[in-house]
T-cell receptor, first 116, second 116 residues
Framework: AQSVTQPDIHITVSEGASLELRCNYS??????LFWYVQSPGQGLQLLLK??????LVQGIKGFEAEFKRSQSSFNLRKPSVHWSDAAEYFC??????????????FGSGTRLQVQP | NAGVTQTPKFQVLKTGQSMTLQCAQD?????MSWYRQDPGMGLRLIHY???????DQGEVPNGYNVSRSTTEDFPLRLLSAAPSQTSVYFC???????????????FGPGTRLTVT
């Protein structure tokens, strides 16, 4: 079955430390890939997206993600975390183009806590 | 543009009651979808629409109905509310700029529903 896996439910990092959030997908072809962030009580904000081309994608707030086809992964990274980055992060995919659905399948999320 | 709007923001229902969650977008987007968010489960797709008059089921459609009579509106109906439908509901819309081209999902602010 098609799925998105975020293996880390909760991560704690110190402010200024680097961050990597993992995301793996299982689809026959490469789907469209997204990372969203949700602050407590808020809606979803798109951090970045990958459709094709350069496998390293830059997003907002200093985030980047790298698509690795061989590992079916799309991990999110940030070199230096700020206290304001504390939030829940969701990886999401849209199946390959031919389904035409234009709706997302989400991972279960990773909650990021930032220690001072 | 107001983007994607959802009403109400909060709602409390008794078991067995029915209600409609409203969703509207003013971006002339073809595609709209409804998700529910539950702790530890990410967002799950309830129903989606690829254009006016066309809807289809997502992962968790039971207990919900949708219709899409106009491009702008995509209401979600709870036929007979159950405590298991306590959740936060998000509506989203997106466009398609053509095969092979990119797109983005725009999310509404969410409706927090409690069924007692």
């Amino acid at each position: 079955a098609q799925s998105v896996t975020q293996p880390d439910i909760h991560i704690t990092v110190s402010e200024g430390a680097s961050l990597e959030l993992r995301c793996n997908y299982s689809y026959g072809a490469t789907p469209y890939l997204f990372w969203y962030v949700q602050s407590p009580g808020q809606g979803l904000q798109l951090l970045l997206k990958y459709f094709s081309g350069d496998t390293l994608v830059q997003g907002i707030k200093g985030f980047e993600a790298e698509f690795k086809r061989s590992q079916s992964s799309f991990n999110l990274r940030k070199p230096s975390v700020h206290w304001s980055d504390a939030a829940e992060y969701f990886c999401a995919v849209d199946p390959p183009m031919d389904t035409g659905r234009r709706a997302l399948t989400f991972g279960s999320g990773t909650r990021l806590q930032v220690q001072p | 543009n107001a983007g994607v709007t959802q009403t109400p923001k909060f709602q409390v229902l008794k078991t067995g009651q029915s209600m409609t969650l409203q969703c509207a977008q003013d971006m002339n987007h073809e595609y709209m979808s409804w998700y529910r968010q539950d702790p530890g489960m990410g967002l799950r797709l309830i129903h989606y629409s690829v254009g006016a008059g066309i809807t289809d089921q997502g992962e968790v459609p039971n207990g919900y109905n949708v219709s899409r009579s106009t491009t702008e509106d995509f209401p979600l109906r709870l036929l007979s509310a159950a405590p298991s439908q306590t959740s936060v509901y998000f509506c989203a819309s997106s466009y398609s700029s053509g095969i092979g081209l990119s797109y983005e999902q725009y999310f509404g602010p969410g409706t927090r529903l409690t069924v007692t």
